[in-house]
């Protein structure tokens, strides 16, 4: 069972990246997918969240309006799409399984990417 995450990059304040999230090695039905962020020398933070089943989205406040998740349950990918990036949004960002209903903390989810690094600078 393996998580693969691709798509960081560096962009400018205002750009847009789109992050994809491979699961492969089971089939995700009943999880539950996220993307969290780690800035450097900060905890692990919560982005968005996906039901794996009906699709519904959940993102945090403080992407609303500029991030959009989804999924695509026949290439079983999950994918983040970033519009407006601030220097804020500067991070990794991991993908996350869990098969324990749906949450917005990192302990409670068990299978983890390896990250891909977004950098926003001027």
């Known amino acids: 069972v393996q998580l693969q995450a691709s798509g960081g990059g560096s962009v400018r304040p205002g750009g847009s990246l789109q992050l994809s999230c491979i699961a492969s090695?089971?089939?995700?039905?009943?999880?539950?997918m996220a993307w969290f962020r780690q800035a450097p020398g900060k905890e692990r933070d919560f982005v968005a969240r996906?039901?794996?089943?009906?699709?519904?989205?959940y993102v945090d406040d403080s992407v609303k309006g500029r991030f959009t998740i989804s999924r695509d349950s026949v290439k079983n990918t999950v994918s983040l799409r970033m519009t407006s990036l601030q220097p804020e949004d500067t991070g990794v960002y991991y993908c996350?399984?869990?098969?324990?209903?749906?949450?917005?903390?990192?302990?409670?989810?068990?299978?983890w990417g390896q990250g891909t690094l977004v950098t926003v600078s001027s």
């Open positions: 996906i039901s794996w089943n009906t699709g519904i989205p």
């Open positions: 090695g089971r089939t995700f039905r009943g999880y539950n």
């Open positions: 996350a399984a869990t098969d324990g209903g749906s949450s917005i903390r990192s302990y409670d989810y068990e299978l």
